[in-house]
């Protein structure tokens, strides 16, 4: 991989290292943390999904009539990364986006789905972010995260698209968050085995393989401007900083819920006496 690249993984190194070693993993302790977890990080399934359609949009032709867009190689990278995020299957065989798989783990083990499909029904109504944020209550953090990622889409910067997309999306699942997850499972097999399924799939086909063609998309698009690659490092800088402030705002929803929990069972307990 070129020089431009490598440079930019030597920059981002230690943000990623935050997201890698998140408190918030070691705060998840049962299932009811996990589910605060998931409602946060759904609407970074969702809007990866819209960032990987406007880069379809970008480097390949999606009107009709047809006529060739961009480089080849591009387009195939591309449509190839499309078909495996949004037609994979799920732990029976069925066709399914990795956003609907996730929709599937979450009401599986009980987690609340209510604020991302009111988001995502009154968007599709509207088209007005500030109003599905609002109506459906989505947390802060995940309006910024959002927030951020449409930015980048508005740009219409195929490169600086592909550069979140490439950096600041793909292989931030840490070891130590997959071994949490089994753990969990152990206790409750029948509550997040379609979560476990979502993250092991989630490795096999977005980990190397995917990774190894973003990057080459990424190459491909900045080419040899200087200028490309200075936006690309900054957008993935804050791309990062984006899932930081994600997870700060998971975390200290669990951190609220085992607080308020232990006030309870304090007041219960002092009633009782």
């Known amino acids: 991989m070129n020089d431009k690249i490598e440079k930019i993984k030597k920059v981002i190194e230690p943000l990623r290292q935050q997201i890698v070693n998140h408190k918030v993993y070691a705060a998840i302790k049962d299932l009811d943390d996990l589910k605060v977890f998931?409602?946060?990080?759904?609407?970074?399934?969702?809007?990866f999904m819209s960032l990987l359609?406007?880069?379809?949009?970008?480097?390949?032709c999606t009107s009709?009539?047809?006529?060739?867009?961009?480089?080849?190689?591009?387009?195939?990278?591309?449509?190839?990364?499309?078909?495996?995020?949004?037609?994979?299957v799920d732990s029976q065989g069925n066709r399914k986006s990795h956003f609907e798989l996730?929709?599937?783990?979450?009401?599986?083990?009980?987690?609340?789905?209510?604020?991302?499909?009111?988001?995502?029904?009154?968007?599709?109504?509207?088209?007005?972010?500030k109003s599905a944020f609002e109506t459906s209550a989505a947390p802060l953090e995940a309006r910024e995260f959002v927030d951020f990622t449409f930015k980048i889409i508005g740009s219409d910067k195929d490169y600086l698209q592909s550069?979140?997309?490439?950096?600041?999306?793909?292989?931030?699942?840490?070891?130590?968050?997959?071994?949490?997850?089994?753990?969990?499972?152990k206790n409750f097999p029948n509550s997040i085995s379609v979560f476990k399924y979502y993250l092991e799939r989630h490795i096999e086909v977005d980990g190397d393989h995917h990774s190894q063609l973003a990057l080459q998309m990424t190459s491909n698009l900045c080419g040899?401007?200087?200028?490309?690659?200075?936006?690309?490092?900054?957008?993935?800088?804050?791309?990062?900083q984006k899932r930081i402030h994600?997870?700060?705002?998971?975390?200290?929803?669990?951190?609220n819920r085992k607080t308020n929990e232990s006030s309870m069972s304090f007041t219960q307990t002092s009633n009782s006496n």
């Open 246 to 255: 994600l997870w700060d705002g998971a975390y200290r929803q669990i951190m």
């Open 53 to 60: 359609k406007a880069l379809q949009n970008n480097l390949t």
């Open 38 to 47: 998931m409602q946060y990080h759904i609407y970074a399934v969702w809007d």
């Open 64 to 88: 009709i009539p047809w006529f060739p867009k961009g480089s080849a190689d591009t387009r195939h990278l591309i449509n190839e990364i499309v078909v495996g995020e949004e037609s994979d």
């Open 224 to 240: 040899t401007d200087k200028q490309y690659w200075k936006e690309a490092e900054q957008a993935t800088i804050e791309s990062l």
């Open 163 to 185: 550069a979140i997309f490439t950096f600041g999306r793909e292989d931030l699942i840490p070891g130590m968050f997959i071994s949490l997850v089994n753990d969990i499972h």
């Open 102 to 129: 996730y929709l599937d783990a979450m009401l599986q083990c009980g987690a609340d789905t209510s604020q991302i499909e009111k988001f995502i029904s009154v968007l599709k109504n509207t088209g007005d972010f």
